[in-house]
């Protein structure tokens, strides 16, 4: 059962951090209603107390980035969490591609961005000679579901938003737009060698000032500023308050891999499949013909809940002709092999020759 150890305002302001992550404090303390000076004074204490933390997410589909990956594997239980943590660590995670891993003792999952079909294609077979090798596989292969983003839609990237407003029982305006968040918008650009490195460092040093990355990179903070600006407004770099779900006491991940029914299955461009996502969900990524879901839980008796309200959408509209797949995590348990490393892929795919 989830307990929040914070105050009204604190729990406000948390979800403000959240919902609105560009916002000053004097322009949060207005949309909420607030003193500028609380605001302030509580932002520097929950950051403190490392109730969340800042990320920039790259939009690297502009710059030849064709698709984001999901690989799941079942593990054999035999083998200790801790020595295939290390095994994968030296074999398979040192790819720059995986941005996102986790695992539990007989279940892990990744999230990859990728240029291309080969280069994943090569990090999976490494992979599954690696496990198979190792003895780790329990009865199958490595699942692996490609997003290409001319053909998907990805309803939510990460937003936890939605999450904290309903887990926290504020009372506040909810905002029911339906949205693809980007990632098929794909407009080429090129950088400069100097634009290139800002935009790395932005992604790898999301709370670094940019006076100080502009010491590092031997550029004025005036630079800095003003590419960033230019990053944010052609929408090439989105920022996220992250909060720390075990420190706020939820205590269920859950991995959904659903396969549509090829004769009825949502319709793409209506968006239909956004039908299922709840204020649990934090990531919800579909093709055609599948989709993958994310979703954070207080309990199990929500994760029950949420489950029979996706399975009741599902059947309702004979979306599917067998029960997906879905893995349970415990936020206590599972370990977090990568936790969101953008910066290795960024400076892959821009071709940065900036060490860090």
């Given amino acids: ?12 302001i948390l979800y403000g951090l959240v919902n609105y992550p560009r916002m000053t404090d004097k322009q949060l303390s207005e949309k909420l209603n607030l003193n ?11 950051r403190k107390n490392e109730y969340f933390r800042t990320l920039i997410i790259p939009r690297l589909q502009n710059m030849g980035c064709e698709m984001l990956v999901v690989i799941y ?30 695992g539990e003792q007989d279940k892990g999952f990744s999230l990859s961005l990728a240029k291309d079909y080969a280069t994943i294609g090569k990090i999976n077979d ?5 496990f198979g090798g190792r003895g780790l596989l329990e009865n199958e292969y490595p699942n692996m579901v490609v997003f290409p983003f ?21 009372d506040l305006e909810i905002d029911d737009v339906v949205r693809d968040v980007g990632f ?10 100097t634009e290139k490195d800002v935009y790395c460092m932005l992604v790898r040093y999301p709370e670094l000032s940019d006076g100080a990355i502009g010491s590092e990179l031997g550029v004025s903070r005036h630079t800095v500023s003003r590419l960033r600006r230019g990053f944010e407004k052609d ?3 989105r920022k996220i308050n992250l909060p720390n779900l075990k420190k706020l006491g939820f205590e269920i991940l859950t991995f959904f891999h659903i396969r549509f029914d090829p004769r009825n299955q949502p319709d793409m461009e209506k968006y239909e499949a956004s039908l299922l996502m709840g204020d ?11 989709a993958v879901m994310i979703s954070v839980y207080g309990d199990y008796d929500e994760y029950k809940q949420d489950k029979t309200r996706i399975m009741q959408v599902l059947k309702e509209n004979k979306w599917i002709a067998k029960d997906p797949l879905i893995r349970t995590y415990g936020l206590n348990t599972l370990v977090f092999i990568k936790d969101f490393k953008f910066a290795p892929i960024a400076r892959k795919v821009l071709g940065s020759d900036l060490l860090i």
């Fill in 126 to 130: 490494i992979r599954t000679r690696t």
């Fill in 1 to 12: 059962m989830k307990k929040f150890d914070l105050t009204n305002k604190e729990k406000l």
């Fill in 36 to 46: 500028h000076s609380t605001v302030t004074s509580i932002r520097h204490r929950l």
């Fill in 235 to 237: 929408n090439l770099i």
């Fill in 184 to 193: 098929r918008n794909k407009e080429d650009v090129s950088f400069s060698d």
């Fill in 280 to 290: 649990s969900t934090i990531f919800l990524a579909r093709r055609m013909f599948e």
């Fill in 73 to 102: 594997t079942s593990f054999s239980p035999l083998i200790p969490l801790e020595e295939r943590v290390e095994i994968t660590g030296k074999t398979i995670e040192v790819f720059d591609e995986i941005f996102f891993s986790i």
């Fill in 150 to 170: 001319e053909i998907s839609a990805i309803h939510n990237f990460f937003d936890f938003a939605p999450l904290l407003r309903s887990s926290f029982a504020l």
